[in-house]
């Protein structure tokens, strides 16, 4: 007997009982579509932030107070490093120490940030005030919507001008031009100079377009303040950017100690985050698995319930010819077929799913979770199978013809 | 199909039984289901079997049907020992030398006439087109050539014995054992089934039939009779019974 026989007996068998199949693969279809949604949600996450640290620029060198990495690998201890930043900033000799490794460095951007309220009119609202240099939209790439960025020589003489985030902008102006506008932000009045493209939220996180953009000057002046909370150096596109780091690092450990500041580029902190990342996807995949084999219990007990049912049946194939292991694998495709058609069935779901979360979520369907959910599915009905299957094959034909 | 002159009855065994018992273990007791028993048909014979509940009867089907192993003895198919084949040169033997004809009819439910008859040439490996057309062949000449689609359950008795014949014949076997196979007829089509088989035999099939109704066993060429797992004795025509 080929196997195209054995898959059409197998095939004939389920189709048989029709409503029973349909629930026995309903336990393969939720495991292998919360599988496969969940492994595309966390892969979908991981492109996404993967996609926006690019877009920050892959030239930047990140430099920030406290030790940000731990030595095992990963993000250090919350309570470590925020102590160190808290205790440690930078200034103004670091930006101009910095500036000096023309070799190296093309632009440095920095900032402080404060909270504040700002007003138009009778509209306020509440929103973080970032006070940078002119650089700083070059070096961290803020497109604007309209308007302009402030300029060195405003940033120099500290003037009041402002940059407003696209929700600010919203919330404050609504469809009036807010252009040229008076605007107060604490006590002070400043004009709007430009208005920020939207950027989006951060998953439920804060807004990134809650926010207005300053002169460090003003800021310092306004605030009294010199502190500076972050640099980032723009290195020079004609040397390898680990060179860079090495330069910044030796520079900055003149001033400071090795634990009071970090430099690093995107793919250093992009890399444990994907770490992180792909450990919570593993984790998710893997309580959804639970599902999965809670299904595989649900074939093995309808299988066995089969071979119950179908024992003189067994006992006839066997009079009629049937090897043992004939009646194994017809039972063994019959289990896989189940669970392989449950498995394509919740890959569907999956997708579908996925497509449906998309413009809220960046869910992403990849090929190694396709076929994740297509073997696992397989090896489900062949691993929960075979126990129904051996049971079957090992029945005597007599004691099988006789069973009532 | 078999074209044999009945003549050759007294040709060549094709099943010979020498010496064979059959005893299994029910919990603590040994049960001896078939005492050591000869026995030996030639191609083309028609003998039955019989005797009351509990002889043996079923034992000595399943023994000499290769569906089960004897404790003792040797048992010859045309000719080749076959006592010590496993498991699955026993069920090739089942499958090419030998054909069933259950008291139960014994056909899948939800499974076509037509299928059901070519059931054992799916395991000889056949091909459909042609599994189809051997069966359809004989669904014709067993009278059941317009009830090819229909399903067990929408044949009379009789017809689905029909199709458990013209299953035992589609591999052309060598044996044919036909186990109380109008236990669940009605008379009418109880003579019909018997008219078969004998037009089988006609044909120069051979065939062990297992009863325990005498009426049928006088339609053999040869009556053997076991009580308590003994071969009591053996009767030819014209049948002369004691009590």
Known sequence: ?404 | MKKKANKMANSQPVLKLDNVCKSYQLGTQLIRALECIDFTINEGEFVAVIGPSGSGKSTFLQVASMLAEPSQGKIFLKGQDVTSYNEVQRARLRNQEIGFIFQQFNLLARTSALDNVALPLVYAGVEMSERHQRAESLLKKVGLGDRLKNKPNELSGGQQQRVAIARALINDPSIIFADEPTGNLDSKTNKEVMGLLQQLHKDGRTIILVTHELNLAKTAQRIITLRDGQLLAEYKPPYKFKD
């Open chain 1, 1 to 404: 007997m080929n196997f195209t026989n054995t898959l059409a007996i197998a095939i004939k068998a389920i189709f048989t009982n029709k409503v029973r199949s349909a629930l026995t693969m309903l336990g393969v279809i939720i495991g292998v579509s919360s599988v496969v949604m969940l492994i595309s949600l966390g892969k979908g996450l991981e492109a996404f932030v993967v996609q926006s640290f690019e877009d920050l620029g892959s030239n930047n060198i990140y430099i920030t107070p406290g030790n940000l990495f731990s030595e095992e690998g990963g993000f250090s201890s919350i309570q470590n490093s925020a102590l160190r930043a808290k205790s440690f900033s930078f200034d103004k000799t670091d930006v101009k120490e910095l500036r000096r490794l023309r070799q190296y460095v093309e632009k440095v951007a920095y900032y402080n940030a404060q909270s504040d309220t700002i007003r138009f009119l009778t509209n306020t609202k509440q929103t973080s005030i970032i006070g940078s240099n002119a650089d700083y939209n070059q070096v961290l790439i803020t497109s604007l919507n309209k308007g302009r960025w402030f300029t060195n020589s405003e940033d120099e003489n500290g003037e009041r001008v402002v940059v407003l985030g696209h929700e600010v902008a919203d919330e404050l102006f609504g469809k009036v031009d807010p252009l040229s506008k008076k605007v107060r932000i604490g006590a002070v009045t400043f004009t709007v100079v430009g208005v920020a493209e939207k950027k989006g939220g951060g998953f439920g996180g804060p807004s990134f377009d809650n926010v207005i953009y300053i002169p460090f000057e003003t800021l310092s002046r306004i605030y009294n303040t010199n502190d500076i909370m972050d640099m980032t150096v723009k290195s020079r596109g004609d040397i390898e950017i680990a060179d860079a780091i090495t330069a910044v690092e030796a520079n900055m450990l003149k001033r400071y100690k090795d634990d009071e500041f970090s430099a690093y580029d995107q793919t250093e902190i992009l890399n444990v985050i994907q770490d992180i990342l792909s450990m919570i996807t593993i984790t998710l995949g893997g309580i959804a698995a639970i599902s999965l084999l809670v299904g595989g219990i649900g074939i093995m007990n309808i299988m066995l319930v089969s071979v119950t049912e179908r024992t003189k049946e067994i006992g006839l194939r066997k009079a009629l010819g049937a090897t043992p292991n004939q009646i194994l694998i017809q039972f063994l495709i019959e289990a896989a077929f189940l669970s392989i058609l449950g498995g394509v069935i919740g890959l569907g779901l999956a997708f579908v799913g996925s497509l449906a979360v998309q413009p809220i979520f960046p869910a992403k369907v990849t090929i190694e979770s396709v076929l994740l959910a297509f073997g696992v599915s397989t090896a489900v009905g062949l691993i929960f199978g075979a126990a129904p299957a051996s049971r079957a094959s090992r029945l005597s034909p007599i004691e099988a013809l006789r069973y009532e």
